[in-house]
């Protein structure tokens, strides 16, 4: 964790223009870099941003920002320096200063583990100058959807980031990508600062209604269960409804027909929930056209092979080859339509020992 009880936004300071150092991209402008950090340094102070900084040499960018940052940093600002186990560092503050150092050691020796661990974890990231780690910074900051501010006026690693950013965008909006590749300007740092914010608040939303969705996929979900669960008991209250052979009824005919369609649309709803559990009203729906098709086929498939079957009609038999044929094909609905779609009608289960029972031949007239 950057910060104990993150009351505070904390943003991760990343990069350099040192002299006399080769970047790819190079660098623009380096003379003016330490005062343009010194004053991002004092806005972030300013805006109530604690820092994420991982060294203390002169040579990156963090010492210039913790200069601004002390100058108007009040009482409750921190500066979090991660660094090695085996590493001290001065930022040679003035005694009494109000920002407060706390050193944060790594148990590894390799400084990697603990930069982008911070990096992970910080509500924000400021890239300036630097080279191949300030660009993979940048391109996990972006990933992860960290809110950024790679400054593209002083070249190097940042302005390489910049670029990607304005493929990616995440949070940022035209305007932001203009202000971060303009020039310095006597403005620039407060300027960026309020981008920084603007960029939090949007992706604050932006989780806002993430997590809102993600409750009501899973309030959608479990009501999808529910109705599956309600639709199937429902279709085997069939065989208690079905009553004993008769002539074919209003009620028979019901029981025979409507039992598997509810069977149907419970296969649907539950083969929904394999892929996209919000859409269970729709599978529903397509699950009772594919059980229809099905059902009805396959009814009047035997009514071609007994004319006389709705003269004895056995419901509560017949539901045992009917149920299954429904859910499974509302449980495969995509098949049966992509069948209905060549041509070809959906093949209903052989019947075990011949057709469903009916009169005999010797019974026929």
Request: one cysteine or more; glycine letters at 10%.
């Amino acid at each position: 964790m950057v910060s104990a009880d993150r009351a505070r936004p904390v943003i991760a300071i990343v990069g350099s223009v040192e002299p006399g150092r080769t970047y790819s991209p190079g660098l623009k402008h380096p003379e003016d870099a330490p005062a343009a950090c010194r004053e991002l340094g004092r806005q972030l102070a300013l805006a109530g941003y604690d820092l994420a900084v991982f060294s203390a040499k002169p040579r990156y960018i963090e010492y210039d920002v913790v200069q601004g940052y002390a100058q108007e940093v009040d009482g409750a600002g921190v500066v979090f320096l991660h660094v090695p186990r085996h590493q001290d560092h001065d930022f040679g503050l003035p005694e009494g200063s109000a920002a407060e150092v706390r050193v944060v050691r790594d148990t590894g020796p390799e400084w990697e583990v603990s930069f982008y661990r911070t990096l992970l974890a910080s509500d924000a990231a400021l890239l300036v100058g630097g080279g191949q780690s300030t660009r993979v910074a940048g391109v996990i900051a972006m990933a992860q959807r960290v809110p950024l501010l790679p400054v593209a006026a002083f070249g190097g690693g940042a302005s390489q980031v910049w670029a990607n950013l304005d493929k990616v965008r995440n949070d940022t909006t035209d305007d932001d990508i203009v202000l971060l590749g303009q020039d310095w300007r006597a403005d620039s740092a407060r300027r960026l600062v309020r981008c920084l914010d603007h960029q939090r608040l949007r992706r604050t939303d932006w989780q806002r209604e993430r997590d809102r969705s993600e409750r009501r996929s899973l309030l959608s979900a479990g009501l999808g269960t529910v109705v599956a669960l309600l639709l199937l008991v429902c279709s085997l209250l069939g065989f208690v409804l079905a009553g004993e052979p008769g002539p074919a009824t209003g009620r028979r005919l019901g029981v025979l027909v409507v039992t598997p369609l509810l069977a149907a649309m419970a296969g649907a709803v539950i083969r929904s929930s394999f892929e996209t559990a919000g859409q269970w009203p729709r599978a529903a729906v397509r699950g009772l056209g594919a059980g229809v098709v099905s059902v009805l086929l396959y009814v009047a498939s035997q009514l071609l092979t007994v004319p006389s079957l709705l003269d004895e009609l056995d419901v509560r038999r017949l539901l045992f080859f009917t149920l299954p044929l429904g859910f499974s094909a509302g449980f495969t609905f995509d098949l049966v339509f992509e069948r209905l779609r060549s041509g070809a009608a959906p093949d209903p289960p052989a019947l075990p020992g011949g057709p469903p029972p009916g009169p005999g031949p010797a019974d026929r007239p």
